[in-house]
């Protein structure tokens, strides 16, 4: 993407005031994406995003620039403007280039880019189609595919030289049911890192028809019920409170300063011995996976509690100066215009032994949380709040009427204790998590589990 020789000269103008690091980011992402509404296309958009960010380390502090003018000329005047806040005398030598060379986690049969638009547009169109015919109260469609191929360079004074292209695709598919006075909405949205080849095993009509279902149900679903209660929360999108409530306050970005309610408990129970958990960026071909992250360290399958006990925190290089760790393949980005932190890429909590029905049948009353949403959360104390998608009450060990309108209110700390029965059936979502590094493509993931007792808001009681 840019000349090894200028990449020398504008790491060497970095550190020429005595700076300990020096590192440039470069990359060039194509965007494509269509949307469309009630099966018509709305619109679609395809962009070029090009530009280079240059970090500096002095001590445990850092200075950032960026820039989409990449002429040598520019690039030595950033960097040297950057370099200037410093205003040290010692100097340090950038080393020789050495290549990363790693093995491809998601290599690519079909590239989007081959693939014509029309095609695609008609794939997406099977989803409104069958949501719409799957019950008359459907009144509105809303289904969307993207896909963006991120070409990256990381040089360093170390000597890094790492280089990779990032595919990944995902579709979106929203269904809205509505009656005279209410209207709701179930979505379905799975995503690879993958090329067009994702496809084949993605059934388009079914997306349509689950999230008509969810809409549909949750239409003519009853109040939730508030107060403390047991609550099972399934796989897949109920992993969001982990990573959320759980899984932010294991970044570095928030234990080296102290903001984060984990940060003096390395080697201490934090959760019930049932809950393993884990941050694996190296899952083939998954949502979060990377060859290596934004700063050149190779991808890692990073074990963060083991039994109840804490065994790790996602660590980036500044911070892991700070906190005299080693970097854990976890410093992400959305783009060039942000310095890169630790971050998540697929995070979620082990599998356990026991079957989901048996969990089911062994409670006698509790909110059942299918499918989980949005919330809020706080790092430093895990307070959080997290509204249910999809609801249902269990009742004598069955799952009884749907329920709408429910949130989860607690701490993570609180919740990671209380869970008293894991399954086995781990699986996981897409999503996008937003931080000080922008947002960045992570999974969360769960098996099924039970929460003794947790505090649901909701619009009615029993």
Same mark, same amino acid.
């Given at each position: ?15 020429? !005031? ?42 445990? !502090? ?7 003018? !990449? ?10 403007? #950057? ?7 010692? /100097? ?103 090329? /067009? ?58 234990? #080296? ?206």
């Amino acid at each position: 993407m840019l000349d090894k020789q200028v990449v020398a000269d504008v790491l060497t103008a970095a550190l020429s !005031t005595g700076g300990d690091f020096a590192e440039i980011f470069v990359e060039n992402t194509a965007r494509n994406a269509i949307q469309l509404q009630n099966g018509i296309v709305e619109k679609a958009q395809a962009g070029i995003d090009y530009g280079l960010g240059i970090r500096i380390f002095n001590g445990y !502090t850092c200075v950032y620039a960026y820039t989409n003018d !990449t002429s040598k000329e520019n690039l030595i005047q950033v960097a040297t403007s #950057a370099a200037s806040v410093i205003g040290k005398s010692a /100097f340090v030598t950038p080393q020789p280039f050495r290549t990363l060379c790693f093995d491809d986690l998601a290599p690519i049969r079909v590239y989007p880019s081959e693939v014509h638009k029309k095609h695609i547009a008609d794939m997406v169109r099977q989803a409104s189609e069958a949501a719409f015919a799957y019950d008359a109260r459907i009144t509105q469609t809303i289904c969307s595919y993207a896909d963006v191929a991120q070409n990256v360079l990381i040089a360093n004074s170390d000597g890094l030289w790492a280089e990779d292209t990032r595919h990944r695709t995902r579709t979106m598919i929203r269904a809205a049911a509505s009656s005279e006075s209410e209207k709701q909405v179930g979505s379905e949205s799975p995503g690879a890192c993958m090329g /067009f080849e994702f496809y084949d095993n993605v059934n388009m009509a079914e997306l349509g028809r689950s999230s008509a279902e969810c809409a549909l149900t949750m239409l003519l679903a009853k109040p939730c019920p508030s107060g403390r209660m047991p609550v099972i929360i399934d796989n897949g999108f109920g992993g969001v409170i982990f990573h959320e409530a759980c899984g932010h306050a294991l970044e570095a970005t928030s234990v #080296a300063k102290k903001a984060s309610v984990f940060a003096d408990k390395m080697g201490q129970q934090i959760a019930s011995p049932l809950v393993s958990a884990r941050d694996d960026g190296t899952i083939p071909n998954a949502w979060g996976s990377i060859n290596f992250d934004d700063e050149g360290t190779r991808s890692r399958n990073n074990l963060l509690i083991e039994n109840g006990i804490l065994k790790g925190f996602l660590v980036d290089r500044l911070n892991g100066l700070r906190m005299g760790m080693e970097a854990t393949g976890s410093s992400r980005r959305e783009s060039y215009r942000y310095a890169p932190t630790s971050r998540m890429t697929n995070t979620y909590i082990c599998a356990g032994n026991e079957k989901p029905v048996d969990i089911i049948a062994d409670t006698e009353y509790a909110l059942y949380a299918k499918k989980m949403g949005g919330g809020s959360v706080s790092p430093a104390t895990g307070d959080f709040n997290f509204a249910v998608v999809e609801g249902y009450m269990i009742r004598n060990g069955k799952i009884a009427e749907p329920v709408r309108g429910a949130t989860l209110i607690g701490k993570g700390a609180d919740i990671l204790m209380q869970i008293d029965r894991v399954a086995d059936n781990e699986a996981q979502a897409q999503g996008l998590c937003g931080s000080s590094s922008g947002s960045v493509p992570t999974n969360v993931g769960q098996p099924m589990i039970r929460v003794k007792e947790i505090t649901v808001g909701g619009r009615d009681s029993e």
